[in-house]
T-cell receptor, first 115, second 116 residues
Framework: DADVTQTPRNRITKTGKRIMLECSQTKGHDRMYWYRQDPGLGLRLIYYSFDVKDINKGEISDGYSVSRQAQAKFSLSLESAIPNQTALYFC??????????????FGDGTRLSIL | AQSVAQPEDQVNVAEGNPLTVKCTYSVSGNPYLFWYVQYPNRGLQFLLKYITGDNLVKGSYGFEAEFNKSQTSFHLKKPSALVSDSALYFCAVRDDQSGGYQKVTFGTGTKLQVIP
């Protein structure tokens, strides 16, 4: 079983719809992140959370919101989807032990298409 | 501000030949450097990291990377490429001086194509 599980894996929806992407992890990590990947742009940070009730904006938070329901769960919402939010979205975790040298652990992504 | 550059969008190499995927970085303090690999329909997987110590770092699947402080580079290398190494490779950097949340900056990725 995957350590970082994202649902759904693929989603096609229409402009204006509300969408929620869910993430759960079994790694016991306290830090969770949402990134989006676009060809030629690499990965950009949307939101991050270091603990339950800790929510921080990343580089490109406009149009997105998040909820950290438990240490193991971190969901991303698009309140009113628009076509330029079409991208591959990754949930990522990292542990506190070992400090900033710890690598990040990625889910397998949600491919989101907004028509 | 920190940044990472991967100057090649794609690298082609014949199977059995050595490969190099280039990465240069810019940080204010000391860098923490990472390489990740992405296979189709999968998330990024950690390959190796440089924190401190030896400039040559060994990682998974026979990959290694050389840290060069004077050239601010962290190139990924493998002595003998396999077709199964074909994937997208990302370099990433963290700055030990950024304080608070130490942001990770990823490069734009280099597609490695190993030709049989």
């Amino acid at each position: 079983d995957a350590d970082v599980t994202q649902t759904p894996r693929n989603r096609i929806t229409k402009t204006g719809k509300r969408i929620m992407l869910e993430c759960s992890q079994t790694k016991g990590h306290d830090r969770m992140y949402w990134y989006r990947q676009d060809p030629g742009l690499g990965l950009r940070l949307i939101y991050y959370s270091f603990d339950v009730k800790d929510i921080n904006k990343g580089e490109i938070s406009d149009g997105y919101s998040v909820s950290r329901q438990a240490q193991a769960k971190f969901s991303l919402s698009l309140e009113s989807a628009i076509p330029n939010q079409t991208a591959l979205y990754f949930c990522v975790t990292s542990g506190r032990q070992g400090g900033v040298g710890q690598p990040q652990h990625f889910g397998d992504g949600t491919r989101l298409s907004i028509l | 501000a920190q940044s990472v550059a991967q100057p090649e969008d794609q690298v082609n190499v014949a199977e059995g030949n050595p490969l190099t995927v280039k990465c240069t970085y810019s940080v204010s303090g000391n860098p923490y450097l990472f390489w990740y690999v992405q296979y189709p329909n999968r998330g990024l997987q950690f390959l190796l990291k440089y924190i401190t110590g030896d400039n040559l770092v060994k990682g998974s699947y026979g990959f290694e990377a050389e840290f060069n402080k004077s050239q601010t580079s962290f190139h990924l290398k493998k002595p003998s490429a396999l077709v199964s190494d074909s994937a997208l490779y990302f370099c990433a950097v963290r700055d030990d001086q950024s304080g608070g949340y130490q942001k990770v900056t990823f490069g734009t990725g280099t597609k490695l194509q190993v030709i049989p």
